[in-house]
């Protein structure tokens, strides 16, 4: 839902409103994102009552404050801030905050274990290196629904290392996500209008 709440904020943050078709394309993304995910309250399996309800609370705040997050992104690199010095203090202040749970639920970890934490790091830097340089450059009605490719990329990677074979309404999602990002595309290059 970041991408979602990425344009939401950028309207009352930044003044860049999305038009209809625009909106149009990130909800239809959503509902591609919905078929690969399948939460559970939609699709049935829900267990015992309410068991689902505290992980979703947490996705849903997630994806409200990343959002967010990219509105004041794209706020800061406007004003002329350089995307590394936001990298930088956005990744300080996740240590800073995150250290007092990390000492409090302290585990011992292997040396593989160490080195995934430091490969998934390595990501995540050149990641968030990356999408805020896509912040700066464009408002968020017009690259935010790009968000929606880490839903592909994930089960290309889950095929690939883990062996996970989607299943068809999975495919069908997939399907969904890439058409609203190509109609997006399309329209803000004025192939459409």
Known sequence: LSPFFAMLTSIIILKEAADCFQWACILTAIAGAVFVVKPSFLFGNMGVAGDNLFPLAIALIGGIFAGIAYAFLRKATVKGERGIIVVAFFSTFSCVALLPFIIATYQPITWLQFFYCCMTGVAACFGQLFITSAYSACPAKEISIYDYSTVIFT?????????????????????????????????????LR
């Open 155 to 191: 089960a290309l990677l889950g095929l690939i290392v883990l062996g996970e074979i989607p299943d068809a309404i999975s495919i069908i999602g997939y399907v969904i996500i890439i058409g609203a990002s190509i109609m997006n595309y399309l329209y803000n290059n004025d192939y």
